[in-house]
């Protein structure tokens, strides 16, 4: 590697131009090329080789407040990635090494080492730590296990069943001996879904009979849904819970696009009312908080799952930094099957 | 006591003669006198000293289904009872016993002696047993303790304050040094709460200054709700909950009421995007599923809580079982301060 040409070259990065309202369009977006930083003493700097497109990032481009600080407009857009260490005045890392990070979407990144997770020098397939084996696949082993509590028998339903965290949700259900229930935009992703991934139905909520096949597939109740979607799925999903059922709740992304007040009629009273004579359990979590805790158990358990080929995703490549927008773009608007990164490097 | 006559007397029962639409009436109970009934073998007779009056029985005057049958038209309506055996043809049980049931709105009930609970012989104040040591006072504890899980520090909103769940709440809340804040409808009750109960303060919700009073009295926001109301309650609550917290649902009185569709705007996505992004629980429970795990363990530890006086609560007592049907129609109406039983016997 030319690390001499990266350290005196241009650092290409993406800024929130505009904030959006409703779904974003190419324009909230600014391609900026400004010098490479160079890392103070205690600082390091990264080449970000893949960076990780997610449905939460939409909800970064808000104002604040929510669940992390909104981006400012002019800053560069937040992201995970996976990254070398091309240069080092940190003691703990040393050119070469790779890491999973917040590089953000750009080609590179200043460090002080915070968050660095450093990957196994021997891993060969490096952008699954953005997906199976980082944050996504985290998300869905959290919240399936420490909140959702698969028993064998029950019937596990999930959203953006081709999605990193729909996938794993579906195959860990699996793996514990839970049916699993995904849904999906369209015959071809409900296909791969079941083909591909092992769920045992799945149904199409662009269907107009969605709620009637819904039924037809969870014919024993549903015992835990995995919410990452909102809206319409949810409405479906209420009625099949079953008495103790349990809501691992991480993502609304129904909802990020939406502004200001939803028309009625008000459906919460007939909600807390559903949870309370079916015992329902709904629980918020923000997977960011469980690392310190629970990181090593999840790669523990995954590590050799996925190396055995029993989790698996898809997984799309985009190819250079600038097709980062129009990537989170159609990735707002479902056009994908499976994880999307953007390769940053040739 | 007369058994003779009882034996061949009349038993007086209120049963439900209309479904209510909103606020019941009188007219949606009829007073009946019918013969008693005489045991067959493997059955025993009460007769009924004390019935419960509490706001769940509203819902069960509504069509089904909801998480109990719907009480039919023209039976007798459900309640707890403080009973005393005086016939017996059943094993267990003997005359002059004392037990706690669902023995319902009449003065006599044949029961084959499933789910009755033996009262200790030498209680005196046998009508705890439908409040501080009954349903009520479970529920408190199990909401509370088992879902809530209150800690140190933490602060503790309850609505109904004065109310024997939300009593409990409050003063085990205390006991656990969390800080227990309630709820509850004019200056009086919100006085007794804070003198009588040792609430850390109490806010009157019929204030025009509601959700700022909450605000001030809970300047580092609120842990554990305990959800017995719904309604505008839970919308002040609701952007007082810190991370983490925990919402145990119990009842949600401000809806019995309600019927058909409720005007907009939608509240559930602002809701369910509050429970995400502050990682919030809530969870729906029915105290009748955790009397064979946890009744016992409740007992153990609040008998010594009542019996020395660190857990009370005030009791109102209605003479006769025609003062029922009004007695709950004002308890739905917030008339009292405290539990209501109606004492059956001169």
Redesign the interface.
Known sequence: MNTGTALHGVNRRIVLQARPTGTPVPADFLLQEVPIPRPAEGQLLLKNLYLSLDPYMRGRMNEG???APAVELGAVMVGGTVSEVIESRHPRFKPGDRVVTQGGWQTHTLSDGTGLGLLPADMTHISLALSLLGMPGFTAWYGLLRIGEPRPGDTVVVASATGTVGAVVGQLAKRKGSRAIGIAGGAEKCRIAVEELGFDACIDHRSPDFAGQLAAATPEGIDVYF?NV?GAV?DAVLPRLNIGARVP????IA?YN?KG?????????????Q????????????IS?HYADDYANFMREMSPEVAHGHIRVRENVLQGLSQAPQGLIDLLDSRFTGKVVVQLTD
Chains 1, 2 share one sequence.
């Open positions: 407040p929510s669940y919410e909102g949810f709740l991480c993502g609304l909802q939406s007040l939803y028309p009625g009629p008000d459906r919460l009273p007939r909600v807390m009312g949870l309370l004579a079916r015992r329902i359990k709904i629980q918020g979590f923000i908080d």
